[in-house]
């Protein structure tokens, strides 16, 4: 599941404009604030940025709000998760009915695994402004990682239904579909989002679905897309490396997990079953050597043990 953080003057991901953003200045084409408020900033450019702003000492009200809670977002994306929430905490202090700032902070306790407050935020964001799809999204997050999956749903299908293109809340709630075991809403839900966002983790939760209801060829173009999208992301190879050895294509399998070991060789499953597609071709030594490494990463796999084991531990 994905949960979105929200910038001063829009939604970040989601291409939304607030509904009380700060008011324009005269100094808006400042750099500064420019890069502080931008949508595309790198998160150390932003931290610095908005430092620069808070530190003027020119800013007030709404639009030193509006600093602290980007720069708190900055922080977040750093993942230096106190010092994003004493940032956010200013912001509220500023400006108490910020609805993004009350988002961006739970976002920070979703990170800190304090679920609890999380939801108390989203709660208090979604009162300020109750068709915050953002909000929604992000709380339907929290309560599947409390595992009411039910909520879950209830808040991702409210995030859809204010904002109908926020394509994550329609990954988020085809990832609740899939684990209620509703393959086809699940698969609906994946579309969407494709259509809207095509993205490399929509691929592969539609994949995963495909794949658990035994739709093999379609799982394995789904995975395809993943790798070419994003030819370095090792998830892509290595899904559709396994489709590929269920199928019985050994060669095609063995070529995918070699690309997936090329961009994550800390993948233990990777090795294991890179072993299997050799052990298939008849490369025994070369199986070997597979399965000592995915031992090496995972002494207790007891796959690659059994397999050694048959093997002799071939050298």
């Known amino acids: 599941m994905r949960i979105l953080a929200c910038l001063t003057a829009v939604l970040l991901g989601a291409a939304l404009t607030l509904p009380d953003p700060p008011q324009a200045a005269a100094d808006d084409d400042d750099p500064s604030w420019q890069t502080c408020v931008g949508l595309t900033t790198a998160p150390g450019d ?9 530190d003027g000492k020119t800013e007030t009200g709404k639009r030193l709000a509006g600093a602290y809670c980007n720069r708190g977002h900055g922080l977040t ?21 910020y609805a993004c700032a009350y ?16 939801i108390a935020d989203y709660d ?4 300020i402004d109750p068709a915050f799809a953002l909000a929604y999204n992000n709380r339907g997050d929290a309560w599947l990682n409390k595992g009411d999956l039910d909520r879950a749903l209830a808040d991702l299908s409210l ?4 904002n109908p293109q926020l394509a994550t809340a329609y990954g988020n709630r085809g990832f609740v579909y899939h684990r209620k075991r509703d393959a086809a809403h699940a ?4 579309t969407t989002e494709i259509k809207l966002e095509p993205n490399v983790l929509a691929y592969i939760n539609r994949g ?7 739709q093999l060829d379609r799982a394995a173009a789904d995975y395809g897309e993943a790798a070419r999208i994003a030819p370095t992301d090792a998830r892509g190879w290595r899904n559709r490396g396994m489709i590929r050895l269920f199928q019985g294509d050994n060669k095609g399998g063995l070529a995918d997990y070699d690309k997936a070991l090329q961009y994550d060789p800390a993948d233990v499953y990777s090795w294991n079953n890179r072993g299997q597609a050799k052990l ?16 090496e990463l995972q002494p207790d796999l007891q796959s690659a043990k059994g397999a050694l084991a048959r093997l002799g531990g071939a050298r």
């Open 46 to 54: 932003r931290v610095a940025a908005c430092t620069t702003v808070i």
């Open 77 to 97: 994306e750093k993942r230096e998760l106190d010092a994003a929430l004493a940032d956010l905490n200013e912001a509220i202090k500023l400006d108490p009915a």
């Open 103 to 118: 988002t961006n902070r739970g976002r920070v306790y979703a990170f800190k695994r304090d679920l609890d407050h999380a």
């Open 124 to 127: 208090e964001a979604i009162r």
């Open 159 to 162: 995030a859809i239904k204010f």
């Open 187 to 190: 698969i609906a839900d994946f």
């Open 208 to 214: 995963n679905v495909y794949r658990d209801t035994e």
């Open 280 to 295: 298939r071709l008849g490369d025994k030594k070369g199986a070997a050597a597979d399965f000592r490494k995915a031992l």
